[in-house]
């Protein structure tokens, strides 16, 4: 009787034990920190993400109904191993040779910029956290084509918008290409989503930094500078 009663206070102390450490690991498995980011590390939300939201998560390849989704941090985060981009199969398909079978994004698409893909070997490097950065420093007052339109057109735009193929038929490789979609393709109605124009990019909607700068350069006139 007392054997008995011992067996169960044990077992009683144990269980409550166990299921609360399973299910803090299935808690951390899902709910990864997002960290801030600083002025002198890649900003994951900002600098990674869209680039392989609109380079690799398009329809058909990693978006979510595909083998290998690449549309989340955590989906990312799967085929990286944090500190090694040598070793993360995410960093070495799109560094490796154009001919190679396993080069990504394989034709038509265009393959990333060197300036991509060093964010993203720099991101693996830092640890590949989830960093999201400050709206506060955004400056869309001062905006150029050059440091300002551009940069955003080619992390979010340019994955399906470029190559022998672009989505719509519509380029935007370049300022005349971007200055064209802005009279003539409702630019700026896309990204913001309004007067029922479809969203662009598809995979969510720019930072409000980022349509402000858009907006501003759309305002002061589309200037070439
Ligand atoms: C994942 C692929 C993808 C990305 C990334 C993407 N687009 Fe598109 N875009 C499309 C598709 C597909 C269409 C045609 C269907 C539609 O209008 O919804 C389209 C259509 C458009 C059109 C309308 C063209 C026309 O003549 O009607 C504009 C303008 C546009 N995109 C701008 C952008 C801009 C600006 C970005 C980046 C901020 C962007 N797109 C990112 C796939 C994409």
């Not at 999201?132 to 339109?149: L, R, Y």
Request: net charge negative; aromatic share 6%; proline share 8%.
């Amino acid at each position: 009787m007392k054997k008995k009663s011992v067996i169960l206070r044990i077992a009683l102390i144990m269980i409550p034990g166990m299921l609360l450490s399973l299910s803090s690991c299935r808690h951390e498995a899902e709910l990864l920190p997002i960290i801030p980011g600083t002025n002198d590390s890649i900003c994951f939300d900002s600098q990674v993400l869209p680039i392989i939201q609109s380079n690799c998560a398009k329809s058909g390849c990693h978006d979510g109904s595909g083998e290998f989704p690449l549309t989340t941090y955590e989906q990312i985060l799967r085929k990286v191993e944090p500190g090694k981009p040598n070793k993360s199969s995410l960093y070495k398909v799109m560094n490796t040779w154009q001919g190679a079978p396993n080069f990504m994004p394989p034709s038509p698409s265009q393959p990333l910029s060197n300036a991509q893909i060093t964010n993203i070997q720099l991101w693996i490097m830092e640890g590949a956290l989830h960093t999201t950065c400050n709206e506060n420093d955004c400056d869309s007052v001062n905006v150029t084509f050059t440091t300002g339109v551009k940069p955003i057109i080619e992390n979010n735009c340019i994955g399906c918008h470029s190559g022998a193929s672009p989505e719509a038929g519509l380029l935007l490789t370049n300022y005349n290409e971007v200055k064209t979609a802005a009279i003539n393709n409702a630019l700026l109605d896309h990204i913001q989503e309004t007067n029922w124009y479809s969203l662009m990019p598809p995979s969510g909607k720019l930072s409000v930094c980022d349509i402000a700068k858009i907006n501003k350069w759309i305002s002061d006139g589309l200037p070439n500078n």
